[in-house]
T-cell receptor, first 114, second 114 residues
């Protein structure tokens, strides 16, 4: 158990809909990262938040957005869903200060768009 | 962007050693990581190596780094059936403005034959 929690574990929804994925980082971790894992693209970095502020963006679509709240939990919002958005979405957290800067991953949310 | 390459499959007999290879592109990478993903689970950090090291040993795991060739390997001694999983190599690189990201390979699926 990494200490990172994600809800829900599974989500099935229809095209065009909007969903929210939730992540609680490890106690004391200030950074939260979101990743998308699909069979064809592998593990792709989406976005990072540090202590409530957006720090870096990766391959995140404009239909997707995220935020980190004062209690440090984070939500990833996916809207106008398409079949191709079906994937595993992982959240990871890390403590920013000091090496080796390892990221700890949650169990993931499996999103199925039908 | 940065690129990390891994072979997709490896099959070994129980008790043998497994060697999983990875190449990366960013010569300024400071840390390189190996993660393990079991079916239906998130990524578990196995080990990491700092770029000024050539080798790191951690129980049954040995990481070798050839910085000149940008080649990283993970050796698992006395491979067990419980080692069957997908192994991801990741490099930490500077994505600009003081932000560091991880780029992952597509993963090597290790199958251990009893």
């Amino acid at each position: 158990d990494s200490g990172v929690t994600q809800t829900p574990k599974h989500l099935i929804t229809a095209t065009g809909q909007r969903v929210t994925l939730r992540c609680s980082p490890r106690s004391g971790d200030l950074s939260v990262y979101w990743y998308q894992q699909s069979l064809d693209q592998g593990l792709q970095f989406l976005i990072q938040y540090y202590n409530g502020e957006e720090r870096a963006k990766g391959n995140i679509l404009e239909r997707f957005s995220a935020q980190q709240f004062p209690d440090l939990h984070s939500e990833l919002n996916l809207s106008s869903l398409e079949l191709g958005d079906s994937a595993l979405y992982f959240c990871a957290s890390s403590v920013r200060a000091g090496p080796p800067y390892e990221q700890y991953f949650g169990p993931g949310t499996r999103l199925t768009v039908t | 962007g940065e690129d990390v390459e891994q072979s997709l499959f490896l099959s070994v007999r129980e008790g043998d050693s497994s060697v999983i290879n990875c190449t990366y592109t960013d010569s300024s990478s400071t840390y390189l990581y190996w993660y393990k993903q079991e079916p239906g689970a998130g990524l578990q950090l196995l080990t990491y190596i700092f770029s000024n090291m050539d080798m790191k040993q951690d129980q049954r795991l040995t990481v070798l780094l050839n910085k000149k060739d940008k080649h990283l390997s993970l050796r698992i001694a006395d491979t067990q059936t419980g080692d069957s999983a997908i192994y991801f190599c990741a490099e930490r690189y500077n994505s600009g403005a003081g932000s560091y990201q991880l780029t992952f390979g597509k993963g090597t699926k290790l199958s251990v034959i009893p």
